[in-house]
C-alpha cells in the first residue's frame, strides 16, 4: 500500500478484525447483496484511512463505524446504477454454502429477518447482534428511543407472523 504509513496499515488492520465482521453484517443486512456489503466494508475502511478520526473510546469507534456503514448503505441504496439495476438474487444468504446447507429454519429466519424493511433489519442486528441498548441504537441512528423501540416492535411482530406463516406451510 503505497502512501500509507506502516502504522496506519496495522491501525487499520487491527480495527478489520475487531470490527470487521460487524461491519459486512450490517452492510449485509442493509444491502441484501455479499458483493455490495463487502464494497461497503472496504469503503468504511477508506473513510477510516482518508478521515483518520480519532475516538474517544472504542465505544466511540464503534458507532462511528456503525454510522458510515449505515451512510454508505443508504447512498449504494440510492445510487441510480442500483436503481435500474436488475435485482434478481435469491433469498440464499450470499454468505457461502456452509450458510445455506442444511440450516432448515436458521434459513426461514434468515429469509424473514431480510425481508423485512431496511429501517426493521438494522435495529434488530444492532439490538440482538451488536447488543446495543434502545439508547445506543437511537444516538448511533439519530432516532428517539420510542421510535427505536416502535421499530423493534414492528419488526418482531413482523417476524412472527412470517414464521407462523412459515410453520403453516411446513
Given at each position: 500500500m503505497s502512501g500509507v504509513s506502516l502504522r496506519a496499515n496495522e491501525t487499520l488492520e487491527a480495527t478489520l478484525?475487531?470490527?470487521g465482521n460487524m461491519i459486512l453484517r450490517l452492510a449485509?443486512?442493509?444491502?441484501?447483496?455479499?458483493d455490495d456489503a463487502e464494497d461497503v466494508?472496504?469503503?468504511?475502511?477508506?473513510k477510516l484511512l482518508e478521515l483518520n478520526p480519532k475516538f474517544e473510546s472504542s465505544e466511540h469507534e464503534k458507532a462511528w463505524l456503525i454510522r458510515v456503514t449505515i451512510n454508505l448503505c443508504r447512498n449504494r441504496l440510492r445510487s441510480p446504477w442500483r436503481r435500474h439495476r436488475?435485482?434478481?438474487?435469491s433469498i440464499?444468504?450470499?454468505?457461502g454454502a456452509?450458510?445455506?446447507?442444511?440450516?432448515?429454519?436458521?434459513?426461514?429466519?434468515?429469509?424473514?429477518v431480510m425481508s423485512l424493511p431496511e429501517k426493521y433489519r438494522t435495529v434488530l442486528d444492532l439490538f440482538y447482534y451488536e447488543e446495543f441498548s434502545v439508547r445506543e441504537i437511537g444516538e448511533v441512528l439519530g432516532l428517539s428511543q420510542s421510535a427505536v423501540t416502535t421499530r423493534l416492535s414492528r419488526a418482531r411482530k413482523l417476524l412472527r407472523e412470517r414464521w407462523e406463516a412459515w410453520q403453516d406451510d411446513e
Open positions: 478484525d475487531v470490527y449485509y443486512s442493509c444491502l441484501k447483496s455479499r466494508l472496504q469503503d468504511v475502511m477508506v436488475e435485482l434478481d438474487e440464499s444468504t450470499g454468505l456452509e450458510w445455506d446447507k442444511g440450516l432448515g429454519e436458521q434459513s426461514a429466519v434468515l429469509e424473514a
